[in-house]
């Protein structure tokens, strides 16, 4: 019985902790409201420790939290710095920004599938936490929603774009679409 419970309580605390929202756009949709929609280029991710430290090798940052018992899930954090190419929609002063990610709870996109090097186009936001932050983030860093499309894979090469541009929600589909287009119906 006291098993039982245990197993009880933990289950709602993951389910208290979870974001919980419904898909609510396309790219298209999301970046006409967006603050910021940038073509940008991943440059780096960085791994944050709970003691303000930045690491942009993983390795050292998993040692780092080894050493200092940090609780990995709530005590760390990790950010992709991105080069802005091209603001589209928006303003923003400097040429390289932070975008944060998610802590399972406040419905954010993860960042860890994004690769250093490639380029992007993000529709992004400043969070307003009222609560804690993720360790070294700050008011003038962004996030990317998690319940809706936010980011595009960019073809240098062929000048597309690539994701769930337009279509409603039972009828999500990546498709390839020019940027150009993208952008004069963004703007």
Same mark, same amino acid.
């Given at each position: 019985?006291?098993?039982?419970?245990?197993? #009880?309580?933990?289950?709602?605390?993951? =389910? #208290?902790?979870?974001?919980? $929202?419904?898909?609510?756009?396309?790219?298209?949709? /999301?970046? %006409?409201?967006?603050?910021?929609?940038? +073509?940008? @280029?991943?440059?780096?991710? !960085?791994?944050?420790? *709970?003691?303000?430290?930045?690491?942009?090798?993983?390795?050292?940052? /998993?040692?780092?939290?080894?050493?200092?018992?940090?609780?990995?899930?709530? *005590?760390?954090?990790?950010? /992709? =710095?991105?080069?802005?190419?091209?603001?589209?929609?928006?303003?923003?002063?400097?040429?390289?920004?932070?975008?944060?990610? &998610?802590?399972?709870?406040? $419905?954010?996109?993860?960042?860890?599938?994004?690769?250093?090097? +490639?380029?992007?186009?993000?529709? &992004?936001?400043?969070?307003?936490?009222?609560?804690? +932050?993720?360790?070294?983030?700050?008011?003038?860093?962004?996030?990317? *929603?998690? $319940?809706?499309?936010? !980011? #595009?894979?960019?073809?240098?090469? +062929?000048?597309?774009?690539?994701?769930?541009?337009?279509?409603?929600?039972? %009828?999500? %589909?990546?498709?390839?679409?020019?940027?150009? @287009?993208?952008? @004069? @119906?963004?703007?």
């Amino acid at each position: 019985m006291k098993k039982i419970t245990i197993i #009880l309580i933990f289950l709602l605390s993951i =389910k #208290l902790s979870a974001c919980d $929202c419904e898909w609510s756009g396309n790219f298209l949709k /999301i970046a %006409k409201n967006s603050e910021l929609v940038i +073509k940008g @280029k991943i440059i780096e991710h !960085t791994y944050h420790t *709970g003691n303000g430290k930045r690491f942009t090798d993983y390795d050292e940052y /998993i040692n780092e939290t080894l050493n200092n018992e940090f609780d990995p899930h709530y *005590g760390t954090g990790k950010s /992709i =710095k991105v080069e802005i190419l091209e603001i589209i929609r928006g303003k923003e002063e400097r040429k390289i920004i932070e975008i944060f990610d &998610t802590d399972g709870a406040d $419905c954010r996109a993860s960042i860890r599938d994004f690769q250093t090097g +490639k380029i992007y186009i993000f529709a &992004t936001y400043k969070p307003e936490r009222t609560g804690a +932050k993720l360790p070294n983030e700050t008011k003038n860093d962004y996030a990317i *929603g998690g $319940c809706y499309e936010s !980011t #595009l894979e960019y073809s240098p090469e +062929k000048n597309k774009v690539y994701g769930v541009i337009k279509g409603k929600s039972y %009828k999500r %589909k990546s498709i390839k679409y020019s940027y150009e @287009k993208l952008k @004069k @119906k963004i703007t």
